[in-house]
Nanobody, 115 residues
Framework: VQLVESGGGLVQPGGSLRLSCAAS????????MSWYRQAPGKERELVAS????????NYPDSVKGRFTISRDNSKKTVALQMNSLRPEDTAVYYC?????????WGQGTQVTVSS
């Protein structure tokens, strides 16, 4: 099982980034997918989730209207489009696959929002 995130980097406040997560080794289309983030000294928090069909998405208030999660089951990828980025969005972003009691995590990609 592998989840490989990409697309992180340094961006100025107000800018945009698109993260991608490539999955392999499991039945991707049966799993819900989520993006989490963890800033230094803070708990890991959920920033977006999408069900296996891609028909239901959820976001916390902190990112609602700025972040969009999407998935392509034919390519086994999930993306996170992040717009209007703020310094407080700085964190390591992780991709997670979930199905019943099973969780798979990626290794994370750093996003830094700074001028």
């Amino acid at each position: 099982v592998q989840l490989v995130e990409s697309g992180g980097g340094l961006v100025q406040p107000g800018g945009s980034l698109r993260l991608s997560c490539a999955a392999s080794g499991f039945a991707f289309s049966s799993y819900g997918m989520s993006w989490y983030r963890q800033a230094p000294g803070k708990e890991r928090e959920l920033v977006a989730s999408i069900n296996s069909l891609g028909s239901i998405t959820n976001y916390p208030d902190s990112v609602k209207g700025r972040f969009t999660i999407s998935r392509d089951n034919s390519k086994k990828t999930v993306a996170l489009q992040m717009n209007s980025l703020r310094p407080e969005d700085t964190a390591v972003y992780y991709c997670k696959a979930y199905f019943r009691q099973i969780d798979y995590w990626g290794q994370g990609t750093q996003v830094t929002v700074s001028s």
